[in-house]
């Protein structure tokens, strides 16, 4: 039969004094390590534009943000629009919101065709949303044709040659 050695050995005072003095000054590191990020206050709903009254800052560990691809800053949320139902208190992915549609679907816009001097401007019903710098078609609400342009941040679609 093997005989165990089950003695308690004794740890020298100074190192019990120095593991007591990293423990206590661990609190004050961590708090240098971490930084305010842009939360939801209560549930946003898909298609909810954000604004600056619907968040609240939260305080996360820097090595979170090594991990996480979330917004960190409440200016690059204000005035965008959620993909998906945003969870409050919970940090936001960068891929869960969206830039705004400037063109709507059925709601009408002006249509400008541009050719070097000539500028034509007519109402169009767009078929489809769009973000600036999109491509929109739209009804030409005059003749009834079908046009394809690029939706503009005025909300107007520019279609057909441009200078």
Do not use: W
């Not at 961590?30 to 298609?47: F, R």
């Not at 609240?56 to 949320?77: G, K």
Request: some cysteine; aromatic content about 4%.
């Amino acid at each position: 039969m093997i005989a165990l050695d089950l003695r308690v050995r004794r740890i020298p005072k100074f190192l019990a004094a120095t593991v007591v003095a990293c423990v206590m000054g661990l609190p004050s590191a961590l708090a240098s390590d971490t930084t305010n990020i842009p939360v939801p206050k209560h549930i946003i709903y898909a298609g909810q534009t954000i604004s600056s009254s619907l968040l609240r800052d939260r305080t996360v560990p820097l090595r979170y943000l090594n991990r996480a691809s979330v917004f960190v800053d409440r200016s690059q949320l204000v005035g965008k629009v959620a993909k998906t139902t945003l969870v409050p208190s919970r940090p936001i992915p960068t891929n869960y919101v969206t830039e705004p549609d400037v063109v709507k679907v059925n709601q009408r816009a002006l249509m400008r065709f541009r050719s070097g001097a000539l500028t034509i401007t007519a109402e169009a019903s767009p078929l489809n949303s769009a973000k600036a710098g999109e491509m929109v078609r739209a009804r030409n609400l005059q003749t009834g044709v079908i046009v394809y342009g690029t939706a503009q941040e005025d909300g107007s679609i520019i279609v057909g040659a441009r200078q």
